[in-house]
């Protein structure tokens, strides 16, 4: 399963807005309705959203229009993900060295593309270690095949432990507001025939309490040098339920996703979204048009409620802050 493609100098998103309903390409070839496309979660997802970016660069490229213009634009769509920020960073080395040259551009950014693959496939590997046998699996949000170049974060670790016999069951949280738990982690399970069970958000701390649940394992948009990570709303109450029973709780990110300059989860942007994401369910009004709403895309979940960081290199374990500068500075 992917998302993503780039094909004859156009780049090509499977609009993630319609799943599961309608598998839907939107195809590309100016750079500017693609930052549209980041905003309004056509694609989604930290690693994505940087391959998508890369990609968009080269766009701008192959149009001749202005790079660094290009480039903060495209940076200014969504906050809190770093790979964005990281995939343009390496694009705009990238053409300081080539002056420019499309091809070569091109050329980085399927490099990106198939890295961040390869990087999954090897969290997949790592990952997969630490799930014991008949696992039953809670995550949440969407870190899967959708989110990233292909394959999945914390839905490759599940993968990687399914393809290994080790999986009873994934309880996938539906995620509100944009339910992109029911809408594509589901999707991607029932496609890829892993046992999965969907549950609102609010039943995965009574899961826990029946002990029905042995790990839990999410994505993440981005990451402090001490081990504090934002993920999508609600994933610092599975984070807070896990640790009331005693759950092991881990996090799958590739080392893009890693942000060593600001050094504790409160200097992480967060993104807030429209009030109407709150007040409508698909269009349908579930509120008062006119109530307050308090929107914020991710939440931070501090390190001490972590169990591990499963990486391309390896799984970390506290001390964090002196790991992940031993394994990424
Ligand atoms: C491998 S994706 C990791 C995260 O980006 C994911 O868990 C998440 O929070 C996505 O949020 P979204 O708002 O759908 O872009």
């Not at 809670?138 to 095949?145: K, P, Q, S, V």
């Not at 009004?285 to 006119?290: G, H, M, S, V, Y």
């Amino acid at each position: 399963m992917d998302a993503i493609r780039w094909e004859g100098n156009t780049l090509f998103l499977l609009d993630q807005t319609k799943l599961p309903v309608e598998e839907v390409w939107l195809s590309y070839t100016d750079y500017r309705p693609v930052i549209d496309a980041i905003r309004t979660m056509v694609v989604r997802g930290a690693p994505a959203i940087g391959v998508t970016a890369a990609y968009a660069y080269c766009l701008a490229a192959l149009e001749g229009a202005d790079l660094k213009e290009a480039k903060a634009a495209l940076a200014a769509s969504r906050p809190t993900a770093v790979n964005l920020f990281w995939a343009l960073e390496r694009m705009e080395k990238q053409a300081a060295a080539c002056g420019g040259n499309p091809e070569t551009l091109i050329a980085e950014a399927i490099a990106i593309h198939q890295e961040d693959v390869a990087m999954c496939r090897a969290m997949g590997h790592h990952g997969a270690a630490v799930v014991p046998d008949h696992a039953r699996i809670l995550t949440h949000c969407n870190a899967g095949a959708l989110a990233t170049g292909g394959y999945g974060t914390a839905l490759g670790v599940i993968r990687a432990a399914h393809e290994q016999g080790k999986v009873d069951m994934v309880y996938a949280d539906e995620t509100r507001p944009l339910l992109q738990g029911a809408r594509l982690t589901a999707y991607e399970l029932v496609t890829d025939h892993i046992p999965a069970t969907l549950i609102a958000d609010n039943m995965a701390a009574s899961l826990m309490a029946k002990g029905q649940i042995d790990l839990v394992v999410v994505g993440c948009d981005r990451m402090a040098a001490n081990g504090d990570f934002a993920n999508k709303i609600g994933t610092y109450s599975v984070a807070v339920n896990a640790h009331h029973h005693g759950v092991p709780f881990y996090v799958a990110l590739p080392c893009s996703t890693i942000d060593l300059s600001i050094p504790d989860g409160s200097g992480i942007p967060i993104e807030e979204r429209e009030a109407d994401e709150v007040r409508t369910l698909y269009g349908v009004q579930t509120a008062p048009r006119t109530v307050e709403v308090y929107n914020p895309a991710f939440d931070v979940t501090p390190h001490s409620l972590v169990t591990g960081i499963i990486t391309e290199k390896g799984v970390i374990y506290p001390p964090f802050r002196e790991n992940l500068q031993k394994l990424f500075g």
